[in-house]
């Protein structure tokens, strides 16, 4: 049997249900579900085949994400590079691995009867994961905004690059979002119906028994702040995202029709490797994000209304769009290895050192091919410690240097001795490097290349 198979059995018949409570004396034929009864079966089968797929690529994504998000976080913090974009990289590693485990993860494991009681049984800790739910879902969207326009800054105006582009004015301006974030969703210790989606989880967000007691003034204060929490998730940071995107799109195309030298295009790599990834973030937010904030709008107009068939469509669709923010929350390690060059150098340098293969490859640059694969290299071989010393392709930029110099004395029309006098000599004290490898430690060695050094000897 196919798993799609599976899927359909284990959803219930709700037609008969339906033929049944219209039928009885509490509903007449003229309800609402008894005249779209065939929409309301076909959504309800809908979101229970949805909901069979939703719970297990939840925790695929919570566990996918995890290990991409931390593992990008840890590559961050071995590139070695003074500007302000690391930073920003690294904290939005860190905020989407939160924001995994708090707005999706922890719900998972409330749908578990004895955990959620427990949970909702201790109401401060309650009311502050509401805060903090509240927090990273915005947070995020804003780290986004900062590094695409920290990117429009250092287009736009480059006589503010050195004073924007620093790690300190990026620390700066995230402490201060975080802050301002933070301030805004503390009204979640009084209110418990914020803009995090538990409904799709079908859970309840805290006890509601002093909600009940709360005066129509603050409920409608509440509600106002919730609506201005939802615009600054959704509306307003995928609006100016979109702007700043499409103005350095348009910026670059001027910059690169004045990039013709070989030295403007030399910086044009670099310059375009840090634009690229802002751009790729920047679309990935727009396309991923943009349908969940349409859909929780949606929910927040037209959820205070009855249990029409509009809104039991929307609920149906908000588990695909919170596919599609898992996505975006997982996924941008992707982004990164295909932009970053010393991430491909990184990913295999902290391979080599999980296996405990010997590699001399730094983290941070591309790592060499593998000493056994290379038929150039001179070695001295210590039988009694399998001890080794390597010189990594020395003789061969000696003779090009070589070739070089008597290219041009031939030029310039000296006897060919002279030639190759000079290549002896720049042979005789060419600088061999040297790698000695015991064990998992190593040393490195420099020593004066001579011309009775070389070929393989080994230490009886």
Known sequence: MSIFEKILESCPLIE?????????NRSGPNDEPCKNIKVYVFLSNADCYISKVFYPLTVLFIIIGTVLNLYSLYCFTKINKRNSQNIYLSILSLVDTINLHINFALPMLRKIDPIDEGFRGLNLVCRLTGVFTEFFLIFPTWIVVLLTFERLIFIVRPSKRRSSYTQLRAKISIL?????????????????K???????????????????????????????????????????PEFLTFIMSLIIIYRIKLVA??????????CQTKYNQATRIVLLISILFLIFQTPTGIMITLDFIYGKNERTTGIIMILVSNKLTMILYEINLSCKFFIYKQTFRNFKGILCTSFFQFTRRPNSAKL???VLENVHHCSNHQKVHFSSYKQSITSRASQSDSYSKSAEEYHYILNNRHPRTNSTNISKLNREQKPLNVVMTKANAEAHISLSRRADLSGRYERK
């Open 16 to 24: 008969p249900q339906l033929n049944a409570l219209c039928n009885s």
């Open 194 to 236: 914020g803009i995090d989606q538990l409904s799709v989880f079908s859970i309840l967000a805290c006890d509601t028994e002093d909600e009940s007691s709360e005066k129509n003034g603050k409920r409608q204060l509440y509600d106002k702040l919730r609506y201005m929490n939802l615009i600054i998730w959704t509306i307003l």
């Open 257 to 266: 029709r004045r990039m013709q030298s070989d030295h403007s295009r030399a």
């Open 364 to 366: 941070g640059r591309p």
């Open 176 to 192: 201060f979002l975080a802050i301002v974030v933070l301030s805004l969703c503390l009204y979640r210790l009084k209110d418990l």
